[in-house]
């Protein structure tokens, strides 16, 4: 096993897992029977997910305590993270003299058939967003890679006018020709491989998969379409 490997880079509020992370083992954590063979390793575990995402919220209650907010959760991959994010808020408000105000709108971005990203972006959802003028948004994304789709999403919402756009993103890749700055707020830059788990899919599989884990080659073929 190598020493540590999560570490948070000065200043940069953002834990970095190291392109030479083997992971951790399979046989350390439970995980759905169904998909033995079909992953390689578990690269964050769902409990670090859960105390990474709490210090998020305590950012985020640091920086927009008492502005009404509009959180805008990107389907289907950010779900899992954007609940769990709305919840820490939640409990946070209520114990806090600082609270924050939020209302959730879901819209869906589409751009990969089975592990590629393609040119075709599809945003559903997010036809008519006149409701954000003037508000503060906090769109909320499971994974961001080259930046491309964000980048289109942020022209998107900027066109309705809002007061102020924040990005929290749990996963950012380090992938070659990344086009957009880093989100406000990041829980993990990850390396350069495929992952599922935590509602991030393989063509629809691997959402009820706890942890985020690095999928196996014979899980692409088993699962490619």
């Known amino acids: 096993m190598a020493d540590v490997v999560l570490q948070t880079k000065g200043g940069s509020g953002r834990i970095v897992i190291d392109d030479d992370w083997p992971g951790y083992s399979l046989d350390l954590f439970s995980y759905p029977a169904h998909y033995a063979g079909d992953l390689q390793c578990v690269v964050v575990p769902h409990g670090v997910i859960m105390d990474r995402t709490e210090r998020l919220a305590r950012d985020i209650m640091d920086d927009l305590g008492d502005h009404d907010i509009v959180v805008l959760c990107v389907l289907k991959g950010g779900y899992q993270f954007c609940a769990d994010l709305v919840d820490k808020i939640k409990a946070l408000s209520c114990n806090s003299d600082r609270t924050i105000p939020m209302r959730v709108h879901f819209i869906r971005l589409k751009s990969y058939l089975n592990d590629q990203s393609t040119e075709d972006l599809h945003i559903l959802g997010a ?79 691997f959402r009820d998969l706890n942890h985020i884990c690095v999928i196996s080659d014979s899980g692409k073929m088993k699962y490619k379409i």
């Open 127 to 205: 036809e008519d967003l006149s409701f954000l003028a003037g508000k503060n948004v906090l769109i909320v994304e499971g994974i961001i890679g080259t930046g491309k789709t964000l980048k289109a999403l942020l022209k998107h919402v900027e066109a309705f006018q809002p007061k102020m756009i924040k990005v929290a993103g749990l996963l950012v890749k380090r992938v070659p020709r990344n086009i957009t700055s880093l989100p406000d707020y990041v829980g993990f830059e990850i390396p350069n491989r495929f992952v599922v788990g935590y509602a991030l899919d393989y063509n629809e599989y």
